[in-house]
């Protein structure tokens, strides 16, 4: 199946500052989902992208997927606190319904 | 109201009991996967079916069996439990329309501690 690799494994970050989080694949993907774990929690869908460059804003989150869809990024602006967790990218598999989830980035923000 | 439920949040057993995790969903979905999450969080997919039907079986080893009795449960069924099967296993749902891909559904995970 196609593989998602994805970077840092983990970041430590200061309150208010800027945290990216980078997924990449060396096949074209279809789509490419974000989820966010809470430490002891479960995967939360975050967003989905499908288009080629798109571009999509909750907050002070921004998502992008790349050009020729083979890689995708999570910037989240001014951290804070409520953001520390695990974010995973996952691209969906060549086959069947169920997504291949990259080894994820856990982010610890300190006041 | 829980969208995804899975029994038992935890669960303590000795090497080469047998045991079983239950997830049911209430939102109607025709598609249910078991994943399963390491010391180290990779989440991997175990198995995937869709309206009952066994669509996704990685390379799990067959002391592991899914049974879906309906499409708004799938349990778990493992065998001679092993010390490396100790993860946390999370149950999720989706519906699936055409070649769509939906977002995917996670129960709240059962620690498996195998001792």
């Known amino acids: 199946g196609q593989q998602v690799m994805q970077i840092p494994q983990y970041q430590h970050v200061q309150e208010g500052e800027d945290f990216t989080t980078y997924c990449n694949s060396s096949t074209t993907l279809s789509n490419i989902q974000w989820y966010k774990q809470r430490p002891g929690g479960h995967p939360v869908f975050l967003i989905q992208l499908v288009k080629s460059g798109e571009v999509k804003k909750q907050k002070r989150l921004t998502f992008q997927f790349g050009e020729a869809k083979k890689n995708s990024s999570l910037h989240i602006t001014a951290t804070q606190t409520t953001d520390v967790g695990t974010y995973f990218c996952a691209g969906r598999r060549n086959s069947g319904y169920a997504l291949n989830f990259g080894k994820g980035t856990s982010l610890l923000v300190t006041p | 109201d829980t969208a995804v439920s899975q029994t038992p949040k935890y669960l303590v057993t000795q090497m080469g009991n047998d045991k079983s995790i239950k997830c049911e969903q209430n939102l109607g979905h025709d598609t249910m996967y078991w994943y399963k999450q390491d010391s180290k969080k990779f989440l991997k997919i175990m198995f995937s079916y869709n309206n009952k039907e066994l669509i996704i079986n990685e390379t799990v080893p067959n002391r592991f069996s899914p049974k879906s009795p309906d499409k708004a449960h799938l349990n778990l069924h493992i065998n001679s439990l092993e010390l490396g099967d100790s993860a946390v296993y999370f149950c999720?749902?989706?519906?699936?329309?055409?070649?769509?891909?939906?977002?995917?559904?996670f129960g709240p995970g059962t620690r498996l501690t195998v001792l």
């Open positions: 999720a749902s989706s519906q699936v329309s055409g070649t769509s891909l939906h977002e995917q559904f």
